[in-house]
């Protein structure tokens, strides 16, 4: 039997993820990274980006906010603020949650604020990337 990973994402609000899987792929503060099971013990940041879970020969992707990997030879345990499935993103929403970041960031606003929308944008555009992924 091939050896796999025990996959499990959890935000605030439950753990949306809890599978073996055969290989991630993790939007990290360096860039991607590919985690096959076997991989050292490592833990690290991640960025609001895509992650890529292959699974049976099939993949899928889901939007991730900023959050936290704690990953082990056979495990990869991801705390995020975010992670929807492409299925479940609503494009529309994500788009005018873009808009609305963007024109925030257009005027004046204190440090806070700007970390606040900058990260509201972050997460928007992470959503928009996976979701558009999608399209034939």
């Known amino acids: ?10 935000t605030p609000e439950a753990k949306t ?3 073996e ?6 939007p990290g503060v360096e ?3 590919g985690i096959f099971p076997m ?4 833990m690290t940041q991640i960025v609001p980006g895509e992650i890529a879970v292959r699974k049976n020969g099939q993949e899928f992707h889901l939007a991730v906010g900023e959050g936290f990997v704690e990953i082990t030879q056979t ?10 499935r492409a299925e479940n993103i609503d494009e ?7 808009k609305r970041a963007e024109a925030r960031l257009a005027e004046k606003l204190d440090d806070e604020e700007t970390a606040m929308v900058s ?8 959503q928009l990337k996976v979701k558009r992924r999608q399209r034939p």
């Open 75 to 84: 495990h990869v345990a991801v705390l995020t603020d975010m992670a929807i």
């Open 31 to 33: 860039g991607e990274m």
């Open 17 to 19: 993820y809890s599978e």
């Open 92 to 98: 529309a929403q994500a788009e005018e949650a873009r």
């Open 39 to 42: 991989h050292v013990p490592l």
């Open 119 to 126: 990260a509201a944008l972050a997460q928007s555009l992470a």
């Open 21 to 26: 899987v055969d290989m991630v792929t993790l």
């Open 1 to 10: 039997m091939a050896a796999t990973l025990k996959l499990e994402i959890v």
